[in-house]
């Protein structure tokens, strides 16, 4: 990634945690905003010309938490598939509560772009394969355990003139959880939606920067709980694809 690019780790800094935050249990969200269609300026598909960059990483709070992935992040410029699975797994410690949060994220930089000065609107389109094993396994009462797995897509436009970003205007992710018990579950074919929305000017240099990402967690309280989280959309058959990205 571009040094001093923003640097996207999933959903607002992520630590879902218990009930907090993104707490949408057994949820899916996927929110398409009202846009006025129009002819597209460019249209951009496989193969794709521009860089491709991978980042995995985990965080540990407390003991024994371990994080796994069945496969390294990677997005192929040929077909516009990424690939990205995460796992994370957390027993209870005795004094304290413990996490472990685990991703896996994939960026595609577009080559260089012109548009003619004024208002556009660029759409990424992508479609994902993926599915997600979430367990949680509270001790007795009042312990607690929480599994949370997601998948999530955004883009940003970068300008290459004068090394300014246009943030995203809209992103969307798929998210699940529970606090008891499994939850096992696979999906072919999802969309996502992105758009980058701004003010662009002629004679400037501009570049789409399309971001994948899978995302787990594992929460535990003190005890004898148990947590694990596994999301794939990177193995046996499991891809998210970047079909096109449209300016208009």
Not at 213 to 236: I, P
Request: proline content about 4%; overall charge neutral; aromatic content about 14%.
């Amino acid at each position: 990634m571009r040094k001093g690019a923003p640097t996207v780790q999933g959903l607002w800094g992520r630590r879902i945690g218990f009930g907090g935050g993104l707490a949408v249990a057994l949820g899916l969200l996927v929110f398409l905003p009202a846009v006025a269609s129009a002819t597209p300026v460019f249209t951009l598909k496989s193969p794709f010309t521009g860089t491709a960059y991978s980042t995995e990483q985990a965080n540990f709070n407390g003991c024994g938490g371990t994080a796994s992935w069945a496969r390294n992040p990677f997005f192929n410029l040929t077909n516009g598939h990424a690939y990205a699975t995460a796992q994370s797994t957390q027993p209870s410690c005795k004094h304290s509560s413990a996490y472990t949060d685990t991703y896996a994220s994939v960026q595609f930089e577009s080559a260089a772009f012109v548009l003619a000065s004024g208002h556009h609107s660029i759409k990424l389109k992508w479609t994902v394969s993926f599915s997600f094993d979430l367990v949680a396994t509270p001790g007795p009462s009042p312990q607690t355990a929480f599994a949370y797995g997601d998948v999530f897509a955004t883009a940003y436009v970068y300008d290459a003139t004068n090394s300014t970003f246009i943030d995203a205007t809209h992103t969307t992710y798929l998210a699940y959880s529970t606090s008891n018990g499994s939850l096992v579950q696979s999906f072919s074919g999802v969309r996502l939606l992105d758009f980058v929305n701004g003010t662009f000017a002629t004679g400037h240099s501009y570049q789409v920067v399309a971001y994948f990402e899978v995302y787990v967690e594992a929460d535990v309280g003190v005890g004898s709980s148990t947590a694990s989280s596994l999301f794939n959309a990177g193995t046996s058959g499991k891809v998210a694809t970047l079909n096109l990205i449209t300016a208009s």
